[in-house]
């Protein structure tokens, strides 16, 4: 059934506490990430603004907004990475710290491999790192990925690289994938392939959550968004519900709304 995106005007009167702005369950799963008024500062400066939301379990989400909206604070959040905010975060019901990590798996936008590893080191690395590590299907996206196992990444391209990265993240075995911008910076060619590779044998009981300002790359994947804007939450809801409520694409309400 149908359900309509949620808005921050979805409080009624101007006393009216902000709710969770949820995105539809597909099956009545509970919900895997609940954020309930969530504000963030750096130096005084606010990147997350009362920020509400749930998001439930056999989701693919893009998290949507121009650079430096709030994003990757969230992202760096959610994986536990950032802690001094204001506000109630929870992932599968744990509070972010060592049981809500061993949960989620982080694409930080950033180099966080060593130069000299190859396909094959790296998978060892990752292998002894996690224990949720999927080495087999780490080796079977490494194959898809067409990346040369003799190469170690300062041979390789920038492309070549994040293939590399996105492969090691998505072969752990998580309830929760939080992608930091994982097709900014390659060309068009590597962001259809790199997509492809993220939803190989994805876990449909897992949440996955896609930043990106490519909205047009990644529309084609994601069933649910989340619209942010100056730290705010601006729109959240299934992609087909908000095409349909629009009557237009992802890309054109984003270049709308961003404008």
Do not use: W
């Amino acid at each position: 059934m149908s359900t309509s995106p949620t808005t921050p005007s979805d409080a009624q009167g101007p006393d009216a506490r902000p709710r969770p702005h949820a995105i539809p369950s597909l099956d009545d799963a509970p919900p895997l990430v609940v954020v309930r008024r969530l504000t963030k500062a750096y130096r005084g400066r606010p990147a997350l603004r009362d920020l509400s939301l749930t998001l439930p379990a056999g989701r693919i989400v893009g998290l949507m907004g121009a650079n430096g909206c709030g994003k990757t604070t969230l992202l760096k959040i959610l994986a536990g990475l950032l802690a001094d905010y204001d506000g109630q975060v929870r992932i599968a019901g744990h509070a972010p710290g060592p049981a809500s990590k061993a949960r989620v798996a982080f694409l930080p936008d950033a180099d966080f491999l060593a130069a000299g590893l190859t396909p094959p080191r790296a998978i060892a690395q990752f292998s002894r790192l996690f224990a949720d590590f999927d080495a087999d299907k780490a080796h079977r996206l490494v194959d898809f990925f067409n990346l040369p196992l003799d190469h170690s990444l300062r041979e390789m391209s920038r492309g070549m690289g994040e293939k590399l990265r996105v492969a090691l993240v998505m072969s752990r075995r998580a309830r929760v994938y939080l992608l930091d911008e994982p097709i900014s910076g390659v060309d068009p060619a590597a962001r259809e392939i790199i997509l492809d590779g993220v939803l190989r044998d994805f876990d449909p009981d897992a949440l996955m959550l896609i930043s990106t300002h490519l909205i047009a790359d990644v529309e084609p994947v994601v069933d649910s968004v989340v619209f942010l804007k100056d730290g705010r939450l601006l729109l959240a809801g299934d992609a087909d519900d908000l095409r349909q409520t629009r009557s237009t694409s992802l890309d054109a309400l984003f270049r709308k709304e961003y404008r």
